[in-house]
C-alpha cells in the first residue's frame, strides 16, 4: 500500500510563515497535491509539483525532492482565514491519488 | 456552473437500509471518483470511474457498488448499510483521469449508520 506521512497539527501567529512538511512511499509516481479544507467543506486544489523544486502561488509555496520523497507547502503572511486542514495527496504509478491524514493549522491572533 | 453537486448532504440509516449516495457533475470530465474521509485516516478511495460504462475498485470497495451509464452521474450504493461506513462521502471528478489531472470534490455527504 501507499504511505504518507505529515504532522498532525501545527499552530502559528498571523502574519507568520509556517512549513508543512509531507514523507511518502509509493508505487510509482505520478505528481504529488497539495489541497486545502475547512472544516465541513469539501478539499480544494492548492498546488500540483511532478518535477523537483519549489513552485510558488502567491501567499503559498510547494516543494518537491522525488528522491528523498519528500514534499513541503509554505503558507506566508498567515491569515486567519488559513486556519484548515492541509492535504497531501500522492499520485501513484496507476494515477490513482492516495491521501494523507492531513495537516490541522491553526491561526491566532 | 454548479460543478459537483451531491445528494443527500446529511442522512441518518438503520443498519441493514439501502442507501444511493447521488453524485453529479456538469463539467464534462471524463474522470468520477468516490471517497470517504474518516477521521485520522484521510481520504479513501472506495470506487472510480475513468469514463462512461467502465469502473474500478479503489482501495476500500467491500459493500459498495457504483455505476456509470452517463458522464455526468456516477451514483454510490450501499447495499446493506454497517455502522462502519459511518463517514463523510465526497464525490469527485477530472477531466481524464491520469496525466496533470487536478481532481475536483463535491460538497460531500455526511452518512451515519446506526
Known amino acids: 500500500g501507499q504511505n504518507i506521512d505529515q504532522p498532525t497539527e501545527m499552530t502559528a501567529t498571523e502574519g507568520a510563515i509556517v512549513q508543512i512538511n509531507c514523507t511518502y512511499q509509493?508505487?510509482?509516481?505520478?505528481?504529488l497535491f497539495w489541497y486545502q479544507q475547512h472544516a465541513g467543506e469539501a478539499p480544494t486544489f492548492l498546488s500540483y509539483?511532478?518535477?523537483?523544486g519549489l513552485e510558488e502561488k502567491g501567499r503559498f509555496s510547494s516543494f518537491l525532492s522525488r528522491s528523498k520523497g519528500y514534499s513541503y507547502l509554505l503558507l506566508k503572511e498567515l491569515q486567519m482565514k488559513d486556519s484548515a486542514s492541509y492535504l497531501c495527496?500522492?499520485?501513484?504509478?496507476?494515477?490513482?491519488?492516495?491521501f494523507g491524514a492531513g495537516t490541522t493549522v491553526t491561526v491566532r491572533a | 456552473i454548479a460543478g459537483i453537486t451531491q445528494a443527500p448532504t446529511s442522512q441518518i440509516l438503520a443498519a441493514g437500509r439501502r442507501m444511493t449516495l447521488r453524485c453529479t457533475q456538469d463539467?464534462?470530465?471524463?474522470?468520477m471518483y468516490w471517497y470517504r474521509q474518516d477521521l485520522g485516516l484521510g481520504l479513501r478511495l472506495i470506487h472510480y470511474?475513468?469514463?462512461?460504462?467502465?469502473?474500478g475498485k479503489g482501495e476500500v470497495p467491500d459493500g459498495y457498488s457504483v455505476s456509470r451509464a452517463n458522464t455526468d452521474d456516477f451514483p454510490l450504493t450501499l447495499a446493506s448499510a454497517v455502522p462502519s461506513q459511518t463517514s463523510v462521502y465526497f464525490c469527485?471528478?477530472?477531466?481524464?483521469?491520469?496525466?496533470?489531472?487536478?481532481?475536483?470534490f463535491g460538497p460531500g455527504t455526511r452518512l451515519t449508520v446506526l
Open positions: 463539467m464534462r470530465h471524463n474522470a
Open positions: 509509493t508505487s510509482g509516481f505520478n505528481g
Open positions: 470511474s475513468n469514463t462512461a460504462g467502465t469502473t
Open positions: 495527496a500522492v499520485r501513484d504509478g496507476d494515477y490513482k491519488l492516495s
Open positions: 509539483n511532478v518535477l523537483d
Open positions: 469527485a471528478s477530472s477531466e481524464e483521469g491520469g496525466g496533470t489531472d487536478t481532481q475536483y
